[in-house]
T-cell receptor
Framework: AQTVTQSQPEMSVQEAETVTLSCTYD???????LFWYKQPPSRQMILVIR??????QNATENRFSVNFQKAAKSFSLKISDSQLGDAAMYFC??????????????FGKGITLSVRP | DAGVTQSPTHLIKTRGQHVTLRCSPI?????VSWYQQVLGQGPQFIFQ???????GRGNFPDRFSARQFPNYSSELNVNALLLGDSALYLC????????????FGPGTRLTVT
């Protein structure tokens, strides 16, 4: 079974600064997908960025980028130019590329990010 | 276009009661997945339905059941509620199974007293 570990329960960043959120995972599969989701106090889970394991290039979405280290099974999220609206809980998630139960998302415990003005 | 909608937003039940949660997927989406998110934890997969058939089930007791209707909306039912069932229940819809983006609804907050 796949597991996702987020060992930092909380992090804080100054507005306009850069912060990196860590995530490690364990799997025996060679192909899979990794995601970072944002959950603000409104509870709506929002996809921030995704990475296909077969792609060596790290994904980037505006101020959000990942550092994907497949051999180390590490998938960190970097937020540049942090904004007050980035304050939320962030979840790292894993997904197999197959159908049925294996297409479920496996989430880490999440990390609470606060942004200081 | 409307996103995933869930009802009710919040409800309070007593131990031993039954509850039904509802989810309407994005128009055109045929798959619905349910997740349970206990306070302070990440969501846990409960069920996935596609074309009205169960396609996956997580490690939850038989007290949890679900179904999907011809219009692709879905219900999650929980019988004999326990205090530990208190959680945020999230519904996510996607075009199909396999690798399709999952879009989440705002969730239903269930409190069991």
């Amino acid at each position: 079974a796949q597991t996702v570990t987020q060992s930092q329960p909380e992090m804080s960043v100054q507005e306009a600064e850069t912060v990196t959120l860590s995530c490690t995972y364990d799997t025996s599969e060679s192909d899979y997908y990794l995601f970072w989701y944002k959950q603000p106090p409104s509870r709506q889970m929002i996809l921030v960025i995704r990475q296909e394991a077969y792609k060596q290039q790290n994904a980037t979405e505006n101020r959000f980028s990942v550092n994907f280290q497949k051999a180390a099974k590490s998938f960190s999220l970097k937020i540049s130019d942090s904004q007050l609206g980035d304050a939320a809980m962030y979840f790292c998630a894993y997904r197999s590329p197959y159908t049925g139960a294996n297409s479920k998302l496996t989430f880490g415990k999440g990390i609470t990010l606060s942004v200081r003005p | 276009d409307a996103g995933v909608t869930q009802s009710p937003t919040h409800l309070i039940k007593t131990r031993g009661q039954h509850v039904t949660l509802r989810c309407s997927p994005i128009s055109g989406h045929k798959s619905v997945s349910w997740y349970q998110q206990v306070l302070g934890q990440g969501p846990q997969f409960i069920f996935q339905y596609y074309e009205k058939e169960e396609r996956g089930r997580g490690n939850f007791p038989d007290r949890f059941s679900a179904r999907q209707f011809p219009n692709y909306s879905s219900e999650l039912n929980v019988n004999a509620l326990l205090l530990g069932d208190s959680a945020l229940y999230l519904c996510a819809s996607s075009l199909g199974t396999g690798f399709y983006e999952q879009y989440f609804g705002p969730g239903t907050r269930l409190t069991v007293t």
